[in-house]
């Protein structure tokens, strides 16, 4: 391998600019051609693609977002698609790209690598919903983002001794709701693995609750779950509290990246390059009961993984 690629796919996250950071210095330092592509698989396509040096990633460490901008691209679902950015990745003399992104991402990846052109996919998503690593890049300051937002939330919603559901992201995956959760002390956690669409019993909780002398009733909703507004406006009629919405929306994809995103994500972005110099390919990093290890493309993509049943009745118990 002499020269590598960089690049950021799907939805954004906070330490992704560490993990390309880490991509960049490692390989130069093992004496490699790094090369960043832009706008992820559509910038491969339109051949946006950037000689980087060390002074190139100077001063993102701490910014959330990308430097390399992130796509969607669904020209690059088609073969025709895929053996077009092989192509250019062999006119640019790249030959190996890990690409930052998501189990969408990692697909591409694998057609890449079918195709001739080693690929290490590094997890970046703030839902954590990759099921081969404990761990993914953005999810911690989401959180973080995510808690701060609710506690704010939370001494309104007391003061007026209301009713507030909070919708977090999570459209499949309910980690982000059930961290803030627990750690913002809601009375409920919706999440799309568990919640079952009771909404009788959730009204008669609120009741109970405003008996039982607590003075505000917050719900933490993830996205999946259903529309918080409407559910609002639901519960007010059959419980005479007032109950307000507030959608958290993109501002939990944004912001400083924490400590441990920066670090994880540094960590990872090394490793990547490891795997490349190594002449690895079509795998991806993950972080398994505390060891960085990594996994092919495919058995990462069967993978399934779920919040723990016990997490979830925790939570629960908490609440009373
Ligand atoms: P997030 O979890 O944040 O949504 P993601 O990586 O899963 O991230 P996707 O939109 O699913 O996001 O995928 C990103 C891009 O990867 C797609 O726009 C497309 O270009 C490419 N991609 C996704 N699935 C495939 C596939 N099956 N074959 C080839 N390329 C794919």
């Known amino acids: 391998v002499k020269t ?3 690049l950021t796919s ?3 996250a ?3 600019n560490a993990a390309i950071r880490a991509v ?3 390989g130069i330092a093992k004496g490699l051609n790094v090369k960043g592509i832009m706008r992820g ?3 491969l396509l339109k051949e946006e693609i950037v000689d980087m040096d060390s002074r190139s990633v100077s001063d993102i460490i701490q910014r959330g977002g ?8 669904a020209e690059f679902r088609t073969e025709e698609g895929q053996k077009l950015g092989a192509e250019i990745c062999r006119k640019h003399g790249i030959d190996g790209i890990v690409v930052i992104g998501g189990d969408g991402s ?3 990846a694998c057609k890449l690598a079918n195709l001739g052109i080693n690929t290490i996919g590094l997890p970046g998503t703030i839902d954590q919903d990759i099921a081969c690593t404990d761990y993914t890049i953005g999810f911690d300051t989401a959180i973080n983002t995510a808690m701060e937002a609710i506690d704010k939330v939370r001494d309104t919603s007391t003061s007026h001794e209301r009713c507030s559901i909070i919708e977090v992201m999570g459209r499949s995956a309910g980690y982000i709701a059930l961290w803030c959760g627990v750690a913002n002390g809601a ?3 919706l999440l799309p693995e568990y919640y079952d669409g009771d909404e009788q019993a959730l009204i008669n909780q609120i009741i109970e609750n405003r008996k039982k002398g607590k003075k505000h009733h917050l719900i933490i909703n993830a996205e999946g779950v259903g529309h918080s507004a409407s559910m609002a406006k639901r519960i007010e009629a059959a419980t005479g509290i007032e109950t307000r919405a507030t959608i958290l929306g993109h501002m939990q994809r944004g912001g400083s990246p924490t400590c441990l995103d920066r670090y994880y994500a540094s960590m990872m972005g090394a490793r990547a390059v490891d795997l490349l110099c190594e002449g690895a390919s079509n795998r991806v990093v993950a972080l398994r009961d505390g060891k960085f290890v990594d996994y092919d493309i495919n058995e990462a993509l069967a993978m399934k993984k779920t919040i723990s049943p016990y997490e979830y009745e925790v939570s629960k118990m908490l609440s009373r």
């Open 14 to 16: 906070p330490g992704m």
């Open 24 to 26: 960049v210095r490692t």
């Open 106 to 108: 990692f697909n591409g």
């Open 187 to 189: 009375e409920n956690i």
């Open 41 to 43: 698989y559509a910038g």
């Open 66 to 73: 990308t430097i390399l901008y992130t796509a969607r691209c």
């Open 10 to 12: 799907g939805g954004d």
């Open 4 to 6: 590598i690629g960089v």
